[in-house]
């Protein structure tokens, strides 16, 4: 019995045998024929892409890649976020190829810095790169004005009006960018223009002014171009060896992709008004309980995406301001003033939240999605103060003071008081002229808490 269940055993082992034996010979094909980690950016540099990139480097030089090829395409992001990723492509261990794809494709701002560090850079026929200006208030670049002195030699406004948070930004992304593009033997003059002057090229006059290292269409044209090449990694000469690998594309984790669609201002911007307007119906129509829900978890978002981007105080005190002078038009006849201060306080708080230049070159797209969420902000908020206003301007129609004005039926002798009938109740009532006899319809001219005080009707029933 023994025997036949040992038997059993061995051939039940079989298959995971041969699955093992065929998973090792495939590691050791791929081990033999080596491979390169490929990591996707589209879209803003922000911690969510940060960690990515940290994470595919430091997996790549521990699972041995050959390299690790960055395909990116990027308007810009956070000045930290971008530092961050430079550290770790300066540091790497292994070759890090930064390519400008696909075609049309963006380095933007911070993809400027990022490319230029790459060990090889290279861009896709009709990519950009350059713009690495850092954004100032109100969403555009703005350089120092120059001092300029007056007739005695003393320094003019033009100095005192510099904006020295953006030029201490410019300073310092500058001399960065130059010291990384000496690093890689890249076009220093070019480099420190991006940031002070704000230049942009196409991919092909980027390889004139030897920004980047040549051109590729697609990934394997870029590794079949870039093998035998030799880069310095860690201090070391390393000939890349890139015939025949086996391209391994490395994705972002779930809870990456939720970061890096909050890191985004527009996103971040949409959240907050939304959770600040589901907030304001539910204040209005207090019960409903859904677009409290919706706010509250909007809210919670948008807190997150706060986390992630630097903001100013100064800019969400704004939109709150906006939001409480909203609430104030219901109750205050302004005539729409404070109305209008709602709608200058969403525009202001919400071109300023993002916009701190020494930080991050981020900022709320002002005409697409700003000025778009104040406008149906604004004609919602106003069909609800209109609609509040009318209504609290009618005459009452609920409660015990709708009874004003209502006929009644007296169930006792009104002597001066006695009891009446209406609203399917009886009430304690007054007579204001005199005695009135049981069944004599009277109307109600005036409320004493619960006592009515009535006078004969006018028109009394057959």
Not at 434 to 452: K, N, R
Request: aromatic fraction near 6%; charged fraction near 15%; hydrophobic fraction near 50%.
């Amino acid at each position: 019995m023994k025997s036949f269940l040992g038997a059993m055993v061995k051939w039940a082992m079989v298959p995971s045998l041969v699955l093992l034996g065929l998973s090792i010979g495939s590691s050791e094909a791929l081990a033999a024929r080596g491979h390169v980690n490929v990591a996707t950016i589209q879209g803003s540099i922000n911690p969510a892409s940060s960690a990515y990139l940290q994470r595919v480097i430091e997996e790549s030089e521990k699972d041995g890649a050959r390299a690790v090829v960055i395909a990116l395409d990027t308007p810009g992001g956070l000045v930290s976020s971008t530092k961050d990723i430079l550290q770790a492509i300066l540091n790497a261990k292994v070759p890090v190829i930064v390519f400008v794809s696909p075609r049309g494709a963006w380095a933007g701002s911070a993809g400027t810095f990022i490319t230029i560090a790459g060990h090889v850079a290279a861009m896709t026929p009709g990519s950009s790169i350059g713009a690495a200006h850092p954004v100032g208030i109100g969403g555009s670049g703005t350089a120092p004005p120059a001092e300029k002195e007056d007739e005695e030699g003393k320094e003019g406004p033009a100095a005192a009006q510099r904006d020295l948070a953006a030029e201490k930004a410019e300073n310092l992304l500058a001399a960065f960018i130059a010291s990384i593009a000496q690093e890689r033997n890249r076009n220093v003059e070019w480099a420190e223009k991006a940031v002070r002057e704000s230049v942009a090229v196409g991919s092909e006059e980027a390889l004139e002014l030897g920004v980047i290292d040549l051109m590729a269409d697609d990934l394997n044209d870029l590794l079949e171009k870039i093998d035998g090449r030799e880069v310095v990694v860690d201090g070391e000469t390393v000939v890349l060896d890139l015939a025949s690998v086996e391209l391994v594309m490395l994705e972002m984790t779930r809870m990456n992709r939720l970061m890096n669609v909050l890191a985004s201002p527009d996103v971040a911007m949409i959240l907050i008004m939304v959770g600040l307007l589901g907030l304001y119906i539910e204040a209005n129509s207090p019960g409903v309980g859904v677009p409290g829900a919706v706010g509250l978890v909007c809210l919670f978002l948008g807190g997150i995406a706060l986390q992630i981007l630097p903001f100013s105080w100064m800019g969400l005190v704004l939109l709150v301001a906006g939001i409480g002078f909203f609430i104030a038009e219901i109750f205050v006849t302004s005539f729409g003033v404070l109305f209008a201060l709602g709608v200058v306080c969403f525009l202001a708080g919400g071109s300023m939240l993002f916009s701190i230049p020494e930080e991050s070159d981020l900022t709320v797209n002002f005409w697409q999605v700003l000025v778009p969420a104040v406008v149906a902000l604004s004609l919602f908020g106003f069909v609800v103060v209109a609609s509040l206003g009318k209504a609290m301007a009618g005459p009452q129609i609920a409660g015990v003071e709708e009874m004003l004005g209502m006929q009644a039926r007296a169930v006792t002798v009104l002597n001066p008081e006695g009891t009446v009938f209406v609203h399917g109740e009886n009430w304690m009532a007054r007579a204001s002229d005199g005695p009135i006899e049981a069944g004599v319809s009277v109307e109600i001219i005036a409320m004493d808490g619960l006592l009515l005080t009535v006078r004969k009707a006018l028109s009394q029933p057959a």
